[in-house]
């Protein structure tokens, strides 16, 4: 993420620190969030006015490599996507460890909000109507929510856009080598993986979904900087999800760092990216819906 350090401190520092920096990142204009709980669980609605009726709904998973992180964290992204598509953003502030819960505790949270959102009584949405999609940790934390929907052979969401997700809590890619010189550090991410797996296998298809079984997932839009060790989460995924016959569009912009897309409200290419996250999202809800869409 643009102006964040990945260092190994006490958690209360980094979240802060992590909530401080994303103060420094412009919403889109008129903004509003509404905290609400889907079946127990912590989540904001975020949206742009004039948001489009029936528009369908972008279901977002924070980043912050699972420890750290909120809605408010990735509310750029999330604000300008709205601006752009005129639909609604319902993120979730699902479980941290240490203290809040660990592995499988958010996978749990997001498969909660999910069922509420899709139910009659409550959310009153279409699967085929919502996109879901996540930052980094979010990105693998989506993706872990597909696995588990498709397992139950349930209706699945129209799509899913993942930005630098975190697909391998092993940190096996060759990217933590060439790209070394930009964070964050395999070190790093293998010491809150640890904090938050607490002793379950690093491979398990919900931890790491680049070891899943893939076939069966809706169509995947994957978002990473050239720069970014993490790099190879997101190209490898998509090969492997390619290979198992998922509709995969990966998009690779040279020079940037993790998560650069936190920069919407300044950076061009930031801006581009969000726009394309945007037109993604309208062509999967044109797919799967005769809705007028904006």
């Known amino acids: 993420m643009p102006d964040l350090e990945y260092d190994i401190k006490p958690v209360s520092v980094l979240r802060d620190d992590i909530e401080a920096a994303a103060a420094g990142w412009p919403l889109a204009e008129g903004t509003t969030f509404q905290s609400t709980s889907c079946d127990g669980v912590a989540c904001e609605w975020i949206q742009v006015p004039p948001a489009v009726a029936d528009g369908g709904v972008y279901l977002h998973a924070h980043g912050g490599g699972y420890y750290r992180g909120s809605a408010r964290v990735d509310a750029a992204i999330c604000s300008h996507l709205c601006e752009m598509t005129g639909i609604g953003c319902l993120s979730v502030n699902y479980r941290r460890p240490p203290d809040e819960g660990v592995f499988p505790a958010a996978v749990d949270d997001m498969y909660s909000v999910w069922r509420w959102l899709i139910d009659p009584a409550e959310g009153g949405v279409s699967p085929a109507d919502v996109v879901v999609g996540g930052t980094s940790a979010g990105g693998g934390l989506c993706l872990s929510l597909l696995l588990r929907i498709r397992d139950e052979q349930a209706a699945l969401p129209a799509a899913a856009i993942l930005v630098s997700p975190w697909t391998d809590l092993t940190q096996s890619g060759a990217s933590f080598v060439t790209n070394a010189q930009h964070g964050p550090l395999a070190a790093y991410l293998q010491h809150w993986a640890a904090v938050y797996l607490d002793g379950a296998d690093a491979r398990h298809p919900h931890a790491s979904p680049l070891f899943a079984d893939l076939q069966g997932l809706p169509p995947m839009l994957i978002q990473a900087g050239g720069d970014e060790t993490m790099l190879d989460d997101a190209t490898l995924f998509a090969a492997a999800a390619a290979r198992a016959g998922v509709a995969v569009t ?36 044109v797919t799967h819906d005769d809705l007028p869409r904006p």
């Open 250 to 285: 990966l998009q690779v912009y040279p020079g940037q760092p993790h998560s650069f897309q936190h920069d919407v409200g300044t950076s061009a290419v930031a801006r581009e990216a969000v726009s394309n996250m945007a037109q993604f999202t309208q062509r999967c809800f």
